[in-house]
C-alpha cells in the first residue's frame, strides 16, 4: 500500500510558476512508476505527465509539453511538477497517481494503482 500527498498548489497569475510535490508514504517508492493527471471543472481526469522508475523516461500531455517538467528523488519519496508558463486553461485539481506498470502506460491512462488527495491549482487572467 502506497499513501500519496500533493502539496504546493495555490494561485498563481498567468505566466507565472508553481512546483507541485508528490510525496509517498509507504512501500518502496521506487519500485512505482508515477505521474500526475488533472481535473478542471466540469470536464474528466486527464493525463498530465508520467516518469519512470529510475527518472530516465518521461512522458507528457501535448499540452504541457515545453512548460511542465516532471521529475523524482527516490532517496527523498518524492515526485515533482515544475509547471512554467502557466496558462488559465491549466487551472485543475492536479493529481499524483502511482503504479506498478510503465510510464507510457499510464500516458495511455492505464495502470494507476494509487492516487492522491489533490491539490488545487488556480491560474488568474
Known amino acids: 500500500q502506497v499513501q500519496l500527498v500533493e502539496s504546493g498548489g495555490g494561485l498563481v497569475q498567468t505566466g507565472g510558476s508553481l512546483r507541485l510535490s508528490c510525496a509517498a508514504i509507504?512501500?518502496?517508492?521506487?519500485?512505482?512508476?508515477t505521474g500526475w493527471f488533472r481535473q478542471a471543472p466540469g470536464k474528466e481526469r486527464e493525463f498530465v505527465a508520467a516518469i519512470s522508475r529510475s527518472g530516465i523516461s518521461t512522458y507528457y500531455a501535448d499540452s504541457v509539453k515545453g512548460r511542465f517538467t516532471i521529475s523524482r528523488d527516490n532517496a527523498k519519496n518524492t515526485v515533482y511538477l515544475q509547471m512554467n508558463s502557466l496558462k488559465a486553461e491549466d487551472t485543475a485539481v492536479y493529481y499524483c497517481?502511482?503504479?506498478?506498470?510503465?510510464?507510457?502506460?499510464?500516458?495511455?491512462?492505464?495502470?494507476?494503482?494509487?492516487w492522491g488527495k489533490g491539490t488545487l491549482v488556480t491560474v488568474s487572467l
Open positions: 509507504g512501500r518502496t517508492f521506487s519500485s512505482y512508476v
Open positions: 497517481a502511482a503504479g506498478g506498470s510503465t510510464a507510457q502506460a499510464m500516458a495511455n491512462h492505464s495502470g494507476m494503482d494509487y
